[in-house]
């Protein structure tokens, strides 16, 4: 079973501040990880893609990702409360057939305050 | 823009009725998932699809079956609804390819009563 494992939260941070977001892998060949926001009631969009070490970095998200300690993050610097979501941390598989099948952790819940 | 669509957003059904849940995507993707998600559950993978009459299981596929006739459209059916399948039920859609990631419909939220 591969394992995607996130802090639960909830994480609350007050306006901008940098909220940082943690996830943890099993499958030590995975290759692929994506970050999705998840607002309440509705359905994940997909706000970040990383594939290889070190961070990638798109307006107030930063990505970061270490494959040799299975550790992949989300910063959001400047939160704003237009953040206040939960956060999907996806995994990828590199082995074997995955026929496109991603694992997910089960969410951060974030709020940012004013 | 990629674009998934689910057939319906709300749905109320009885203990025992047939359900139908349809999910159509416009860009000609390989595969097709379906998930749903309850609270402190995440997302859980019921069926998903690689190509047109291919299916899958996932992790939780029992009292759920899946159609895929079409390239573009994956249906899930629920033979006899129950109310512990109420829950929200994501569509997802994704291309081949190892850095491709999935694309979620609407959702739709079913109530089993």
């Known amino acids: 079973q591969k394992e995607v494992e996130q802090n639960s939260g909830p994480l609350s941070v007050p306006e901008g501040a940098i909220a940082s977001l943690n996830c943890t892998y099993s499958d030590r060949v995975s290759q692929s990880f994506f970050w999705y926001r998840q607002y309440s009631g509705k359905s994940p969009e997909l706000i970040m893609s990383?594939?290889?070490?070190g961070d990638k970095e798109d307006g107030r998200f930063t990505a970061q990702l270490n494959k040799a300690s299975q550790y992949v993050s989300l910063l959001i610097r400047d939160s704003q409360p237009s953040d206040s979501a939960t956060y999907l941390c996806?995994?990828?598989?590199?082995?074997?057939?995955?026929?496109?099948?991603?694992?997910f952790g089960r969410g951060t819940q974030l709020t940012v305050w004013p | 823009d990629v674009k998934v669509t689910q057939s319906s957003r709300y749905l109320v059904k009885r203990t025992g009725e047939k359900v139908f849940l349809e999910c159509v995507q416009d860009?000609?993707?390989?595969?097709m998932f379906w998930y749903r998600q309850d609270p402190g559950l995440g997302l859980r993978l019921i069926y998903f699809?690689?190509?047109?009459?291919?299916?899958e299981k996932g992790d939780i596929p029992e009292g759920y079956s899946v159609s895929r006739e079409k390239k573009e459209r994956f249906s899930l059916i629920l033979e006899s609804a129950s109310t512990n399948q109420t829950s929200m039920y994501l569509c997802?859609?994704?291309?081949?390819?190892?850095?491709?990631?999935?694309?979620f419909g609407p959702g739709t939220r079913l109530l089993v009563l």
């Open positions: 997802a859609s994704s291309l081949e390819g190892n850095q491709e990631t999935q694309y």
């Open positions: 996806a995994v990828k598989p590199g082995r074997g057939s995955t026929l496109g099948r991603l694992y």
């Open positions: 699809s690689y190509d047109v009459k291919m299916k």
């Open positions: 860009m000609d993707h390989e595969n």
């Open positions: 990383i594939y290889s070490n």
